[in-house]
């Protein structure tokens, strides 16, 4: 088992290597783009909204980017907008709706805005925000963002320059969000990316809804409020009055520290994309991984192996699906894959047993094909990873097939210390100990690797010559006579 795991392992780490981790130069470069760019875009609607220019001065990533889980690349990501409201937050009433989901009153706080001095040039657009029961209105902050952007935009006729590139702007809505297209002008390397800005309003505890899961110890404070529509309403009076909460910085502290969490996460979203599971948004799987880890209750259990922890969370995936419930974390009444139509519940189920069965049968090509396109596998079979470590596997399996010689075959040696190099390389691995000794046993065991993928080839002809040594009544070749280790 160790050797199966040992394996696995090796190739989960080189599509992660290739297929899944952001590129240092790719994240920077993003992050150097979408700054430079938004900050134009920012100092122009303060110029065409004075609300905007005095309420809202923070940002912040939002979604995998701030919680480090984004898989491939950087080319598209959520940035939240925090806008504040200009009264006390104590006068906001916040009831409980569907579970997910709050309404937000506001009553007289609102209603003597229009008494103060700077109405007419600051706060006179808050006055559509609220409809006549006084409930504020996430489809009407949405649109006045989203008209904010536009017109600054329109301003900027559309493009910016960042350090001599011109960017060309355009934004446009995309279900509930509203989407910030950012895309280089020709004559220079093709460059996009697809920003969401997302309109939030930022409480802090102890204020919070009732009803939700409250986890001692945690120093996140501040919760939000979405503009997102619960789209399981059909009465669009309640969907507009219905705010998604979100408590990403308490997730964000909740996974922190959990070692091989976040590279196990990033896997099985990429096993997700492949096996085009659309339905199944990024935040279903880290609702997932968030109750593994209350479960669990212990941050060392993360230290397990890569493959065991994929091959856990692949089942709890499929157990979830199987079981069409993906609670959402901070209320279990709120089921996120509700809606699962059938017939995709059926797909997907096959699908993740699929993987499953491979992963527990060895089968290699079979889960990193689970996880790749074919476009992708056909270029993970031209990496020079590949090409090296490709026939190990099989050689592994197939030594038994020479036990007809009456010599022992002298790859059972070598095979003897590759498993103790890699056992010890393991022990290392989970002690978290990269040093001199670390890198001197894994430069022996590729070596030791490359000597047995060698000797197949070897062992192959001989057993070969043997063979045509037996249909013509020749004496048996020794393999000392065939073979001389270097």
């Not at 579970?99 to 609102?110: E, M, N």
């Not at 910085?249 to 996460?265: F, G, N, S």
């Not at 990024?282 to 209750?297: D, P, R, W």
């Not at 026939?391 to 592994?396: F, G």
Request: with cysteine; net charge neutral.
């Amino acid at each position: 088992m160790a050797s199966k795991k040992r394996s696995l392992d090796l190739y989960l780490g080189e599509v992660f290597k290739q297929f899944i981790s952001i590129k240092d130069d790719d994240f920077k470069k993003s992050q150097n783009v979408f700054k430079s760019v938004f900050d134009q875009v920012k100092q122009k609607m303060g110029e065409q909204c004075n609300y905007f220019k005095k309420y809202g001065s923070q940002i912040m990533y939002g979604g995998s980017v701030s919680d480090n889980i984004k898989v491939g690349k950087m080319d598209e990501f959520d940035m939240d907008i925090v806008i504040r409201l200009p009264i006390s937050y104590a006068d906001i009433i916040i009831e409980n709706e569907e579970p997910g989901f709050v309404k937000l009153k506001i009553t007289s706080a609102f209603d003597n805005l229009d008494k103060q001095p700077d109405w007419e040039k600051t706060h006179k657009v808050t006055r559509e925000w609220r409809d006549s029961e006084k409930y504020l209105l996430q489809n009407k902050f949405r649109q006045w963002m989203h008209k904010n952007v536009q017109k600054a935009l329109n301003a900027m006729e559309g493009k910016v320059t960042v350090n001599g590139d011109v960017y060309l702007l355009t934004y446009k809505e995309s279900g509930p969000a509203y989407t910030l297209n950012i895309r280089n002008d020709e004559g220079t390397e093709k460059y996009a990316l697809d920003v969401d800005l997302v309109p939030v309003i930022k409480f802090m505890y102890p204020r919070a809804p009732e009803g939700y899961r409250v986890i001692d110890g945690l120093q996140a404070k501040d919760w939000l409020v979405v503009p997102k529509p619960n789209k399981a309403l059909s009465d669009n009076t309640l969907k507009n009055r219905c705010w998604r909460l979100s408590f990403q910085e308490q997730e964000r502290e909740i996974i922190k520290d959990c070692k091989a969490l976040k590279t196990t996460i990033r896997l099985v979203k990429k096993l997700r994309d492949a096996l085009e599971m659309r339905a199944i948004a990024s935040y279903y799987i880290k609702s997932l991984f968030l109750k593994k880890v209350y479960e669990t209750q212990d941050k060392a259990y993360w230290q397990n192996k890569v493959s065991v922890l994929f091959r856990t969370m692949v089942e709890e995936f499929y157990v979830a699906i199987q079981k069409k419930e993906i609670p959402f974390f901070w209320n279990c009444d709120h089921n996120l894959i509700g809606g699962l139509r059938e017939s995709l519940q059926k797909i997907y189920c096959d699908k993740l047993k699929n993987v499953i069965a491979a992963i527990d049968a060895n089968d290699i090509e079979k889960v990193v094909g689970a996880l790749l396109t074919a476009e992708e596998m056909r270029e993970f079979k031209k990496s020079e990873f590949y090409l090296k470590h490709g026939e190990l596997e099989p050689l592994l399996m197939t030594s038994s097939s020479v036990s007809s010689f009456e010599s022992s075959p002298p790859d059972s040696a070598l095979s003897s210390q590759l498993r103790t190099l890699t056992d010890e390389l393991d022990s290392l691995r989970i002690n978290n100990e990269r040093d001199q000794k670390f890198e001197e046993l894994e430069g022996k065991m590729n070596k030791l690797a490359d000597r047995v993928s060698l000797l197949e080839c070897r062992m192959n002809k001989i057993e070969m010559a043997f063979s045509q040594s037996q249909k013509t009544c020749s004496p048996v070749i020794q393999l000392d006579d065939l073979i001389q280790i270097n």
